[in-house]
């Protein structure tokens, strides 16, 4: 099996904006062989003048996990040129989705045992965020192998105000509007129990993989709502209490 051709081909699909076949339908591969590929088709970013800025994590909640029918904890890698501020271009993506999320500002600090009070003192700030998801894959239809080699469909991040690592985070609601519209709300201990869980899977996934996370890395927790699809002219809008809120509009 080529990895470099499969990272390829996943990579001009996002750059083309194009979708492509499924890999799991013309070859067998494994989870570690499709970690590979994304982090391959990363490096093709990363040579092209990206900039690695943090992790996303993927099926935290049982509401993205029936929405997409996987069950396992997936994550992929976010960069400086998938922000997006104000608006979104919709003829850059395939069939871009949103979902609204929590994002974690990390310091410097050393995590050796990552656990819910060890990884709190690497958190500068939180905030509400939107992660634009758009699966590189015919319909947005994948095996658990083919979404890790996609980067776990991540194509997009906005974020609001970062506050305080103090600001409570669990057991609120989170959800997302469309032009004024509630169109999925859920509780962010939909989060694997507790949203700070996911954090602490995020660094020990880091530390197992050799990421390092170090000052101003941005991570993202992983949806506790389904992701709905976006249309032109939409205004999309996430929320929670305590943490604000953050929007773009989509032209
Ligand atoms: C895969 C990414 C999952 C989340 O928040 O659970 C994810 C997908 O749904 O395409 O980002
Ligand atoms: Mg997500």
Not at 90 to 118: C, G, K, M, W
Not at 126 to 148: G, P, Q, W
């Amino acid at each position: 099996m080529n990895y470099n051709k499969i990272a390829e081909r996943l990579d001009s699909a996002a750059l083309n904006a194009e979708a492509t076949a499924q890999v799991s339908h013309s070859q067998n591969f494994n989870l570690e062989e499709a970690y590979g590929i994304q982090s391959i088709s990363l490096s093709r970013r990363y040579i092209r003048g990206e900039k690695w800025v943090g992790l996303k994590m993927g099926f935290t909640s049982k509401a993205k996990m029936e929405q997409m029918g996987i069950h396992d904890l997936i994550w992929g890698r976010l960069t400086d040129k998938m922000f997006i501020e104000n608006q979104l271009y919709l003829e850059s993506y395939i069939h871009p989705r949103a979902e609204p999320e929590i994002a974690f500002l990390l310091n410097d600090t050393v995590i050796d045992e990552p656990n819910i009070d060890t990884v709190k003192q690497k958190v500068k700030s939180v905030a509400i965020a939107i992660e634009v998801i758009d699966s590189r894959y015919e319909n947005f239809k994948f095996s658990l192998e083919d979404v890790v080699a996609d980067n776990c469909s991540s194509t997009g991040y906005a974020l609001g105000k970062w506050l305080p690592a103090s600001t409570n985070i669990q057991d609120i609601n989170i959800g997302l509007s469309i032009n004024g519209e509630v169109v999925h709300e859920g509780n962010t201990n939909a989060i694997l129990g507790n949203p700070w869980e996911s954090l602490v899977a995020a660094l020990r996934l880091a530390k197992e993989n050799g990421e390092i996370l170090g000052d101003n890395s941005i991570i993202l927790a992983g949806a506790a709502t389904p992701a709905v699809y976006l249309k032109k002219d939409d205004e999309v809008l996430a929320s929670a209490d305590g943490l604000g809120e953050v929007s773009f509009s989509v032209k």
